[in-house]
């Protein structure tokens, strides 16, 4: 392979074809005598990786490495930035996570490792695990350090990082202490929670959703988000294929669409919704009384805890009907399979979750 050196609009570039195609390489150089001494070091080192097998067919090893300037080198603030847009757009995250988790790290990144992100190695890496270590817990810690990773993983190909990510191993020392697990309501908690609900005299509004949410395991965005046109023929089923969260409507937690079994109880909560409200196919089936999508912070906050105070119920999360519904429906002897289908989990994190409530005993057949 024969690289040629070239000048274009006083510009010096390189030309050569590696055998796949054209490929082009401005140097950002004047056509000088100095410069053209750089640009025949330059083209000398392309025509030898080729030869020794070191060929880099991205280029990004041949161009300049100039911080700010050229987009092929930044730091590691500026990655991480690029790396949390490229995350919203694509996995359409929700504002408030972007803020809660990927924000914090671009922090840190900016006050203790804001250096060329192609000059971070294992021990940059573990002096700022180290940083984490001392002023995070265990858990947010290894969440960091996961995302950083994920971080230099993207941007291989794209920036000059180095070929080891050192992010990798490093969060394997965090171990985070293990975390109780979440109390489920129990029936008559529930039953106690939904007739509160139904007799209050502002928060009634709530009661079919709250309804919805305990006789599907939906998650609380889901509900919100669900519209009439998402209700199959006579309210037998709901497709759950959109989330609401924070006023930004996006895809399900998982990226994955499903079609949700209705019982007969929501069937005819949704009847006697759907000829009270006279709606249209793409108005909400449970709006605020504002007629926007149920915010859960304010839900939480002015409904949720109110409801459970007025029961005497200890307090949990909105979050714990879902866990409810989850757990009766596996001590009832529901499928963990087809269960994990209807709401929407991973069949191994749903097994693993819940696997103290199946019924235990013995499976094997006697010989």
Known sequence: MKVTIESHNGRLRLRWHDGIKRQTLALGLPDTSPCRSLALKKKSEIELDFQTGHYDGTLLKYRSRILGKNPTEISTFELFNRFTAYELKSRGLAKSSIKSRYQPISVMLKKYLNKPAHTIGKHQVENFAAICAETLTGLTSKERIRLLKNCWDWGQDKYQLTTDNSWQTISQRFKAFPTQRVKPFTTKE????????????????????????????????????LKWKHLGAEYTTAWIGESVSRGTRRSTKTGKARTVLLSPTTQAMLMARFERMQPQPDDLVFPSPKGIAIDDQNFRSRVWKSILVGCSIEYRK?????????????????????????????KRVLLETYAHVIDRKYLFVEV
């Open 190 to 225: 529930l039953q106690a929670i939904l007739r509160a609900f139904n007799h209050h005299l502002y928060y009634c509004h709530y009661a079919g959703f709250v309804s919805f949410l305990m006789n599907t395991a939906c998650r609380f965005g889901e509900a919100a988000g």
């Open 318 to 346: 909105p979050y714990a009907i879902r866990h409810s519904a989850i757990s009766h429906a596996l001590a009832a002897g529901a499928n963990p399979i087809a269960l994990a289908e209807q709401t929407g989990h991973d």
